[in-house]
């Protein structure tokens, strides 16, 4: 199985900085990664799948970049409903995988 | 409106059986692969299932194989997941999601709210 791996697993940001959460294939996976956002007692949602294409309906300021092992996720200028866990995930080969996931907090 | 709503979660005894249920709407149900997801207590995601549109095709991970089965009824745009010799290790909140494609996993793209699945004596 192919092994995602994110950091940092949490991160304390204030309303409008910039964010990045890297995530690391443990072989390479083209641009077969997508990127979920998780909110307490809810489903993940979509933000960005292909490495880099903004699902429909998402804010901007979320952005991806990435392809082979290494990706990140950005969020330009984080708001207050950014604040959640965010996870990568491969679907170049069954199963597909998830990271661990990144908590970003309040500072 | 994309909407997918799971039931069937609770409380079973190890070795016990469950079945849960997805009940989706707002898309044409038959042409998507549909995927089950679990998330165990304050952990991550772990991909279970995955069935074609057409049912022709399903997949498991390695620790659910042989135990759990996948399912849908494209009739009545309902996807299933029946579990069998529950495990303490099933313990989670179980998500089905729609995938963008029919056969190949390529992203998904519309999850639902979740199941509580509780394994315990």
């Known amino acids: 199985d192919i092994q995602m791996t994110q950091s940092p697993s949490s991160l304390s940001a204030s309303v409008g900085d910039r964010v990045t959460i890297t995530c690391r294939a443990s072989?390479?996976?083209?641009?077969?990664l997508n990127w979920y956002q998780q909110k307490p007692g809810k489903g993940p949602k979509l933000l960005i799948y292909?490495?880099?294409s903004l699902q429909s309906g998402v804010p901007s300021r979320f952005s991806g970049s990435g392809s082979g092992t290494d990706f990140s996720l950005t969020i330009s200028s984080l708001q207050g409903e950014d604040f959640a866990t965010y996870y990568c995930?491969?679907?170049?080969?069954?199963?597909?995988?998830f990271g661990g996931g990144t908590k970003v907090e309040i500072k | 409106e994309v909407q997918l709503l799971e039931s069937g979660g609770g409380l079973v005894q190890p070795g016990g059986s469950l079945r849960l249920s997805c009940a989706a709407s707002?898309?044409?149900?038959?042409?998507?692969?549909m995927i089950w997801v679990r998330q165990a207590p304050g952990k991550g995601l772990e991909w279970v299932s995955t069935?074609?549109?057409?049912?022709?095709?399903?997949n498991y991970a390695d620790s659910v194989k042989g135990r759990f089965t996948v399912s849908r009824d494209n009739s009545k745009n309902t996807l299933y997941l029946q579990m069998n010799s529950l495990r303490a290790e099933d313990t989670a909140v179980y998500y089905c999601?729609?995938?963008?494609?029919?056969?190949?996993?390529?992203?998904?793209?519309?999850w639902g709210q979740g199941t509580l699945v509780t394994v315990s004596s």
């Open positions: 069935i074609s549109g057409s049912s022709g095709s399903t």
């Open positions: 995930q491969q679907t170049f080969t069954t199963p597909p995988t």
């Open positions: 999601a729609k995938d963008r494609d029919n056969t190949v996993v390529t992203y998904f793209d519309y």
């Open positions: 707002g898309f044409t149900f038959s042409i998507y692969a």
């Open positions: 292909a490495a880099s």
């Open positions: 072989q390479s996976i083209s641009t077969y």
